[in-house]
């Protein structure tokens, strides 16, 4: 087990590594979907995602505060429901979000990497891309904790600056703007919106990263607060003006035309060829990055949750420990998903299981946790409200767009949820009659 130092984190580390997680990939596709949803009013779906994420923060800082601890979400579930169905799936449904992250991040390196050669984004050379980017990244995971470390932190530093400076630019050279015009291409604006805003809360949900270090981080109790806010409140500024240089370079029919990857289409009339080639190579570190952090992470939680006893598992044969072996099973899991599923449909699910997780979170603080964490009931409760509005928004609008990405979220989640059910049921049957046979 890593072992973690007590002072070894200051609030401005924290701040650079809650941002370096969250400024990244997700910008490069997710501004496309968003504006397909909310119209011209895309670059503030932003703004209405952190004030979402920023309720729903509370409840994360608080539990980071009395439990710093890296066991992660699974480890707050288990301090409000027990070790039980309710912790196992939804723990499982922020493993899948992660996992439907990669895919996610893998085909949005496959988008952008063909517009350095002009070809369609029907082409099987995006999946094709997507693949061969899970496949190296899991390499890398299999080097060990010093090679993941040293390659993610450059890869961050190049991303953060790289795509401040894209929205700079591209405000620079900015020709006309386009942007916070009420115009969706869904039958409802408003609630186009609220779909746009859950979607957006993919860019920031990254901030749980932070929670996970509140045993390293200076003086925990008043830094881990400080340091989720002021590295929300960077993202949403960068995300808007880089949502502000596309909307000014591009009309929104081009923008929702390019929603894969509409960076590199707004760097072409701003910045020629050049600019093209800069925004291209930064999706690709960025993907690249986020990628790499991602297996690693959701790796270590799938292990950890065996450990607990909350999940099944199969050697299969592998040699190694159970994190490698986690590592195998949420990389074929992530190259299937990129294969099968397009980008719209991987951010949907994703959203999905993500908001479904933290009302959990968020029921679980009020309802069993908010006396002994001396937690205002009020701002969970409009944490609770506010998920609740945007992801009944984000299904109505699928509904009537892609009913089948509502019926495959609510099968997984039906099958996760009896699935943990009878595997717990068996589970402690079976520890019950190894005791008595001991």
Known sequence: MQQ???????????????????????????LGQMAELAGGLFPLAFLSAMIVVSFSAYAYVKLSRDYPSAGGIAYYLEKA???????????????????????????????????????????????ALGVALLLSAFVINLSGNLVIGRVSLLLALVKIGGIALFAILGLWVAKSYTGLLPASTVESPYGGFLAATALGILAFKGFTTIT????????PHR????????????????????????????????????????????????????????????AIVATSSGVIASIFAVSRMLAMLTEMGLVPHRHFGMPGTVQKHALVYI?????????????????????????????????GVFRHLRKKLEANGLILLTAIML?????????????????LVVLVALLMMILLFAGERLFLRGYSRNSADAHLTE
């Open 81 to 127: 429901y027990g070790r039980g169905a309710i912790t196992a799936f939804n723990a499982l449904l922020m493993v899948f979000s992660m996992v439907i992250a990669e895919s996610f991040l893998a085909r949005t390196f496959g988008s952008y990497t063909l517009q350095l050669f002009d070809i369609d984004q029907s082409s099987l050379l995006v999946p």
């Open 387 to 403: 998920d609740l509005l945007v992801l009944g928004a984000f299904l109505a609008v699928k509904a009537r767009n892609d009913m």
């Open 223 to 282: 830094n881990v607060g400080r340091a989720i806010m002021i590295s929300i409140a960077i993202c949403a500024l960068i995300y808007i003006l880089v949502a502000l240089a596309v909307a000014s370079n591009l009309s929104l029919a081009e923008i929702v035309r390019t929603k894969n990857y509409s960076l590199a289409a707004a760097a072409r009339p701003a910045m020629g060829d050049l600019g093209l080639w800069f925004t291209v190579i930064l």
């Open 4 to 30: 973690y130092k007590k002072n070894s984190l200051t609030l401005i580390g924290a701040v650079a590594m809650g941002t370096g997680v969250m400024i990244g990939a997700g910008i490069f596709a997710l």
């Open 331 to 363: 990389v074929v899991l992530g190259i299937l998903l990129t294969v099968f599923f397009e980008l719209s449909r991987i951010a949907a699910l994703g959203a999905i299981f993500y908001l479904v997780m933290d009302i959990a979170v968020q029921w």
């Open 212 to 219: 996970n270090s509140g045993a390293e981080l200076v003086n």
